[in-house]
């Protein structure tokens, strides 16, 4: 394996995990001249619908993992809760992109914590917990907060919050075994994120700060670009730099922040990939995140963020669906709408089935367009 050569066009991509961020970079792969293969649990998924190859196995099957891996030029994942061991084993054939070091730091709430703590990363206060009384200790030295499993959670699942002493026991649920983190509520004015690039170069790339607004714990809309001051912009930019350059990655990733009311820019989360609060930047910018991805892991030099035009995003979830088909041409037939299906079945409520972008001359008419172009569905 050649790490300093740039992977071509021509070449293999193989992405571990099958969603829609990996059916967004199989798009992206293949329009560029790439061949892409999908390693997945499931057959018929999102990204395999999309790419070259779809490998069916289990992410434990090390051996099929390594037969994977031995099969293509590099290797890329699109979610975070591929099991570390996994993408050990694909490094033993194949380079790897970002490091799976960075895998297993970012899936994992508490190691994730510790390393932004121990880089100096403004976060909220925290402890580790596993029993009741460590719960209620918690509260008791931090205030109300957030219990969290510490491992496998996305979209507010395994979560808890704690206002209260009497909110402790339903919140463990009997169960005292799970690792789980316990964070102090942070009174956030609201949620941004920045979603950036670094090349195997250690070159840097960000599409700027986006605005980020969730229902039921899942994203439901981003504004690009955010309505921050340019103090928190330079703020929340410089720190996403510092995190993939201390974790070292080679890749995409999304630092989500709290945004308190006295201007305070808190690290909430990482997601070691592209990102759902940048899908915007397929229509909107000269380089998407997912052609930013590829660029990077191949070696290429970064693209160009710029972005056109001011842009919104809203996602589609399974209950858009309802009980017939949405109306599909009404979306379609307002102007620069863009309509985007991730090819799942079946529609369930809160499952992301896809989403719609919607360009403007400001990013309020963005927001409205694409607000509208939902409930004509």
Known sequence: ??????????????????????????????????????????????????????????????????????????????????????????????????????LHTTQHRLREK???????????????????????????????????????????????????????????????????????????????SVIAARGADGSFAHWGVIENRHEDHILDLSISPASVSPTTYRD???????????????????????????????INELAPRPHNSGHFTIEACVTSQFEQQLRAVCGLPLGSTRQYQPAAMVQLLGKVWGSVEPRWQNACGMHDVHLHLYGKQPPRPARKMGHLTALGTTKEQAVEKVIAARKSL
């Not at 057959?43 to 090390?62: I, K």
């Not at 201390?246 to 999304?254: Q, Y």
Request: charged letters at 20%; proline letters at 3%.
């Open 236 to 266: 929340a930019t410089e720190i996403a730099e510092r995190v993939l350059t201390e974790l070292g990655v080679v890749g995409v990733l999304c630092v989500e922040f709290f945004l308190t009311r006295d201007g305070a820019v808190i």
């Open 1 to 102: 394996m050649n790490k300093t050569a740039p992977i071509l066009p021509g070449s293999t991509i193989g992405v571990l995990g099958s969603g829609q961020l990996g059916r967004m970079l199989a798009i992206a792969a293949r329009q560029m001249g790439y061949r892409v293969a999908i390693f997945s649990p499931e057959s018929d998924t999102p990204a395999g619908q999309s790419a070259d190859r779809e490998v069916v196995a289990d992410y434990n099957d090390l051996a099929a993992v390594e037969a994977f891996a031995k099969s293509v030029d590099v290797v890329t994942f699109e979610f975070e809760n591929i099991p570390y061991a996994t993408a050990q084993a694909a490094a033993k054939h194949a380079i790897v992109r970002p490091d799976g070091a960075v």
């Open 114 to 192: 510790v390393f932004l703590g121990t880089h100096n990363f403004h976060i909220a206060a925290f402890r580790e917990v596993h029993t009741r009384a460590e719960v209620l200790q918690a509260f008791r030295d931090l205030g109300p907060g957030i219990l969290k499993t510490a491992a496998f959670g996305y979209d507010g699942k395994g979560q808890a919050k704690i206002l209260s002493e009497t909110d402790v026991d339903q919140a463990l649920a009997g169960d005292e075994t799970v690792q789980r983190v316990y964070e102090e509520l942070v009174v956030f004015e609201r949620e941004i």
